[in-house]
Structure formats: structure tokens, C-alpha cells
């Protein structure tokens, strides 16, 4: 169920990005079933699924921090991914869910938070700068021929 509601919510959010082709191969390998169970099976990762009307409508995804960064470590926390289908955004469920997220990351013994985001993503940018989120590097990030420029931000603990 993850897995597919995460290939939905990539697709609908950003599919509109990249080639079909491209798509395709991205998801088959970054939202299949096993890499989500790896990222699950590890101890310090956590998933939430939101429910409406029996459904389920987004998820958030949180787990050790891989973003390409000098500065992380392994104690640094990550939220990976959060998302929800496009007819259930605007209405405040998306913070709801990234308070849980972050509440739950703030428990646990990492160093500090990480979020990669699409520079041009602006809601969501606004959205985590709010949650005292600074910007603290860049990267790329590629899906076939596309190259997408992401911002990295950084909460110390304690700040949010
Ligand atoms: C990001 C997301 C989870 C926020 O959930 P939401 O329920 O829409 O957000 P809320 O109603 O709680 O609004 C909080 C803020 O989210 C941001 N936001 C709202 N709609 C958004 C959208 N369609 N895309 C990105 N961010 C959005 C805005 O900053 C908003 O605050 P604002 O109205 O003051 O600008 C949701 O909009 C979503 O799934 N967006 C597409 C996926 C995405 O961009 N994920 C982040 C990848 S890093």
C-alpha cells in the first residue's frame, strides 16, 4: 500500500517533470516494495499513513539521514518523505502529519533534522521554514535525463 500511494503521490506531484521513460525507471527502483522495506527494517525509521474516508490519502517517511552533505552524520535524522494525494492538500492535514513526523524524530537521539527539498517547491519550502528549517546546502537530484536542483535544510534539535 505504501509503495503504491508513494508512486501516486511522486506521479502526481512532479510526473509532469520528467520523460515517461525516465519516470517509469525511477519509480520502479525508488518506490518499489523492497526499498521501502529497507528503508522500514531499519530500527531508527518510522512511517505514518493518514486515513480519510477509509482511504489512505498521504504518508511521511522518516529515517537516518543520507543526503549528500559533508556535515551528516550517523546521528543525523532525516525526514525522507511526506506527501499527500492532490484532492486532500491545502487544509492543514500536511502539517498535521510533518508535526507527528518531526515530533517523533525530536524523540529519538539524532543530532539534528535534514530535509531535502526541490528548490522550486516553494509550498513545501515555506511550509518546512516555518518549522525553523535553514537552508545549509544544495545538490542534484536525477531522474533519467532530468537533473533537479534541491535545496538540503537543517533543524539543530531543540529548535522547532
Ligand atoms: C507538502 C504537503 C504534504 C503539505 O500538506 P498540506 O495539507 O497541503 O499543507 P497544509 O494545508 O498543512 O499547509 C501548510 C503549507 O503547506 C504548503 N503547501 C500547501 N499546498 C502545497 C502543495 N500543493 N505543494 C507543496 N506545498 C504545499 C504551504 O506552505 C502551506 O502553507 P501556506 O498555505 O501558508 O503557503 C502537501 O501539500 C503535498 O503533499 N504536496 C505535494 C508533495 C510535496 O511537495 N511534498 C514535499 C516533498 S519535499
Not at 511526506?82 to 508535526?99: A, E
Not at 539534528?112 to 528548490?119: A, E, H, P, Q
Request: proline share 2%.
Amino acid at each position: 500500500m505504501l509503495a503504491s500511494l508513494g508512486a501516486r503521490t511522486f506521479t502526481e506531484t512532479f510526473g509532469a517533470l520528467y520523460r515517461a521513460v525516465d519516470l517509469a525507471a525511477f519509480l520502479a527502483e525508488s518506490y518499489s516494495e523492497a526499498r521501502l522495506a529497507s528503508y522500514l527494517c531499519h530500527p531508527r525509521a518510522a512511517a505514518w499513513v493518514m486515513e480519510a474516508q477509509r482511504e489512505a490519502i498521504g504518508y511521511a517517511l522518516v529515517g537516518p539521514c543520507d543526503l549528500p552533505h559533508p556535515e551528516v552524520t550517523a546521528l543525523c535524522g532525516e525526514l525522507k518523505r511526506i506527501y499527500l494525494l492532490k484532492d486532500w492538500r491545502g487544509d492543514g492535514r500536511g502539517s498535521r502529519l510533518l508535526q507527528t513526523a518531526l515530533g517523533w524524530l525530536e524523540a529519538q537521539d539524532f543530532s539534528n533534522l535534514w530535509i531535502g527539498v526541490w528548490s522550486e517547491n516553494h509550498g513545501a519550502r515555506r511550509l518546512y521554514e516555518r518549522q525553523g528549517f535553514v537552508k545549509v546546502g544544495e545538490y542534484d537530484f536525477c531522474v533519467g535525463e532530468a537533473r533537479d536542483r534541491e535545496f538540503i535544510l537543517r533543524r539543530d534539535r531543540g529548535r522547532g
